[in-house]
């Protein structure tokens, strides 16, 4: 067990609709980073959070946001949902965002749209 | 850019046999290069990092990683394989920002009995 929890699990909805996924970093964690992987893509960074504030963007899309709020959880946002959205999303955490700290992922949430 | 390959998408390993998941980087300056296991249905589970000094490095469930920056790999090691070793092995960078993570493909181990 990293620490990172990761609800739900499991996500089954249609498109076009909107689902919010949540994450608790490690317990003094301050950085989130938020990744997908799926069997064409590969794992993909999409986006990072360090103390509230977005850090970087990766391979986002428009449809997608995210933010973490002042107790350090995040949440990531994906409306107008296609298809091709389902994919295994994963959050992960680091005390900062420095290049020799690793990362502490969860359990992912598995999303499929319908 | 920044980037990892690894050039084996599955290695079929018997048990007790030594075991290698190859990886090599691209990057420009330090590379701060790690190992994560992927097992079914489950997140990823940090290995071992590379992040300066001796080039062998050592890691969790017995794992180890030879850093050569002559021939830019961090491969993947372990002296005797086990059954519960299966899964999927990535190999990343860290980007020099200290943000994200930069993942090969991942390489798929079997161990078989």
């Known amino acids: 067990d990293s620490g990172v929890t990761q609800t739900p699990k499991h996500l089954i909805t249609a498109t076009g609709q909107r689902v919010t996924l949540r994450c608790s970093p490690r317990s003094g964690d301050l950085s989130v980073y938020w990744y997908q992987q799926s069997l064409d893509q590969g794992l993909q960074f999409l986006i990072q959070y360090y103390n509230g504030e977005e850090r970087a963007k990766g391979n986002i899309l428009e449809r997608f946001s995210a933010q973490q709020f002042p107790d350090l959880h995040s949440e990531l946002n994906l409306s107008s949902l296609e298809l091709g959205d389902s994919a295994l999303y994963f959050c992960a955490s680091s005390v900062v965002p420095t290049t020799n700290n690793e990362q502490f992922f969860g359990p992912g949430t598995r999303l499929t749209v319908l | 850019a920044q980037s990892v390959a690894q050039p084996e998408d599955q290695v079929n390993v018997a048990e007790g046999n030594p075991l290698t998941v190859k990886c090599t980087y691209s990057v420009s300056g330090n590379p701060y290069l790690f190992w994560y296991v992927q097992y079914p249905n489950r997140g990823l589970q940090f290995l071992l990092k590379?992040?300066?000094?001796?080039?062998l490095v050592k890691g969790s469930y017995g794992f180890e990683a030879e850093f050569n920056k002559s021939q830019t790999s961090f491969h993947l090691k372990k002296p005797s394989a086990l059954v519960s070793d299966s899964a999927l092995y990535f190999c990343a960078v860290r980007d020099l920002q200290g943000g994200k993570l930069i993942f090969g493909q991942g390489t798929e181990l079997s161990v078989k009995p």
């Open positions: 590379y992040i300066t000094g001796d080039n």
